[in-house]
């Protein structure tokens, strides 16, 4: 048996892997659909089949590379892992983009200095009653379907708070839980969105932690027919039904303690908007497309 026939053998009792893309091309039966299979991978399964991918690449150029030259078992190998390495390069967050939730309200509030000594604001005014500002901002990672009117959407991700009350500021960034929702309420009638931005900026299941909330309503109709999380910019002006609201809690090994303040809405403003993917990302798109139909053309050629 000649050397030829020795690789040739070797070749042969190799045992053949299947690649990312390849696979949902197969199972999907046409480049749209693998396209669409490979789109409904959540971020995670899609970083792990990478990893997969590039761990099959590896194996194969090192095992198959012949000093003579690149063997055609080799290339095709190599063909299929740039078709996965085409298919996936367009990541779940560019077809679902994600989604910025930024609420703003202006109006009075009554001061309740223990909210306010919560918040690490020490100075506390004499009025009992100021005005105050506040903007809530929640990014979503959205990798499913955007939620329907009536239909609540959490996620755990980027928030910020800017609160102004008279001369005290209070401003807070970090990753902390947020709860949107664009509901009609049974006992109201009309249109409310509701913004909720809780976080525990200590760090520690203990100590002092803060719910920031705005519940902004309108008349039916005016935030228009979608959920929670479809693009929107809205304004208006606040009624009885509009409030905004700060409760803030102390945690320790045998109690919570609970306060609450609460705002009148004189102003507001919803604004929803969504990522727009890069150009590159459809081109990305397009050349997974393309890889996807001339493999699957060469294939019924060769068949």
């Not at 903007?135 to 959490?154: C, I, K, Q, V, Y």
Request: aromatic share 12%.
């Amino acid at each position: 048996m000649t050397a030829s026939d020795n690789l040739a053998a070797m070749q042969a009792k190799r045992p053949r892997r299947r690649f990312g893309a390849a696979f949902f091309m197969r199972e999907a039966g046409s480049p749209r659909s693998c396209c669409l299979r490979i789109a409904e991978l959540d971020r995670d399964n899609a970083h792990r089949l990478s990893c997969a991918v590039a761990a099959a690449l590896r194996q194969y150029w090192f095992a198959s590379l012949p000093s003579g030259g690149i063997m055609p078992s080799t290339r095709a190998a190599v063909c299929e892992v740039l078709t996965a390495l085409f298919a996936l390069a367009l990541p779940a967050a560019a077809l679902a983009a994600p989604v910025t939730v930024v609420t703003h309200s202006t109006g009075t509030a009554y001061v309740y200095p223990t909210v306010l000594f919560a918040l690490g604001l020490e100075e506390f005014p004499e009025e009992e009653v100021l005005p105050y500002e506040l903007t809530l901002t929640s990014t979503f990672d959205w990798n499913a379907p955007l939620p329907a009117r009536d239909e609540g959407a959490w996620n755990y991700g980027a928030v910020a708070v800017d609160f102004r009350m008279g001369d005290l500021h209070y401003q807070y960034a970090g990753t902390e839980t947020s709860h949107v929702n664009l509901y009609t309420p049974s006992y109201l009638g009309g249109d409310a969105y509701l913004q909720d931005v809780s976080a525990n900026p200590n760090g520690s299941s203990y100590g002092y932690s803060f719910d920031f909330s705005h519940m902004l309503h309108s008349p039916a109709g005016s935030m228009g027919p979608g959920g929670a999380l479809t693009p929107m910019a809205f304004g208006g002006n606040g009624n009885e039904n509009s409030s905004m609201g700060i409760t803030t809690y102390y945690i320790n090994d045998e109690f919570i303690f609970s306060w609450r303040m609460r705002g009148d809405v004189d102003t507001y403003s919803v604004q929803v908007t969504s990522a727009v993917p890069e150009p590159a990302a459809y081109g990305l798109l397009l050349a997974g497309t393309l890889t996807l139909a001339l493999r699957r053309r060469a294939g019924r050629a060769s068949a």
